[in-house]
């Protein structure tokens, strides 16, 4: 059974100090690591898709990266509107299993 | 351009009562599916369904019924309510098997 944890479980920077955020995963096979933006009270918001090792991609202030065992995601210079709950997810088959998130919160 | 729709966004219900939460989207996605979500656990499957007819459990299925009668829509029905359904539960879809999941708002049920 796929199993997905993400550290740490909360996270406070100062705006424009620079971080990552870990998601480390065990799958037999993996067909694809998502990574996910949760505003308070809203659904998850997708950012990003990786499926092979040394993959990355980019999205304004976030990069994300992938090894067979774990994927970053890196925070460059934040801002406050940055904070938000990050998920990750793994695909197992056609449903996917979720981190329990990291909660950031980037003070001005 | 709506997307996922939830409705609706609040409920409380008392232990034994029946209700159904619904979920339409707007995308022509074939897959849909439910989600719970708990503090410090993650979002956890309940039920899915890849086209219309179909439907297959997930990891938390117990308390719950689905059903896939239209494309648009997936409602989820809870048969006698009980406090450890409290919680906040996402409805998602997607288009392809590899394609990341378009999630609505959410229902946000307390069961006292």
């Known amino acids: 059974e796929d199993q997905v944890t993400q550290s740490p479980e909360a996270l406070r920077l100062q705006e424009g100090e620079s971080s990552s955020l870990n998601c480390s995963y065990t799958?037999?096979?993996?067909?694809?690591l998502f990574w996910y933006r949760q505003d308070p009270g809203k659904g998850p918001e997708f950012l990003f898709t990786l499926y092979s090792a040394g993959e990355e991609k980019e999205k304004e202030r976030l990069k994300a990266t992938l090894t067979k065992k774990e994927s970053f995601l890196h925070i460059t210079a934040p801002k406050p509107e940055d904070s938000a709950t990050y998920l990750c997810a793994v695909q197992e088959g056609q449903n996917f299993v979720f981190g329990p998130g990291t909660r950031l919160s980037v003070l001005p | 351009n709506a997307g996922v729709t939830q409705t609706p966004k609040f409920q409380v219900l008392k232990t034994g009562q029946s209700m159904t939460l619904q979920c339409a989207q707007d995308?022509?996605?074939?897959?849909m599916s439910w989600y719970r979500q708990d503090p410090g656990m993650g979002l956890r499957l309940i039920h899915y369904s890849v086209g219309a007819g179909i439907t297959d459990q997930g990891e938390v299925p117990n308390g719950y019924n689905v059903s896939r009668s239209t494309t648009e829509d997936f409602p989820l029905r809870l048969l006698s309510a009980a406090p450890s359904q409290t919680s906040v539960y996402f409805c998602?879809?997607?288009?392809?098997?590899?394609?990341?999941?378009?999630f609505g708002n959410g229902t946000r049920l307390t069961v006292t």
């Open positions: 995308m022509n996605h074939e897959y």
């Open positions: 998602a879809s997607k288009t392809g098997f590899d394609s990341p999941l378009h």
């Open positions: 799958v037999s096979g993996l067909r694809g």
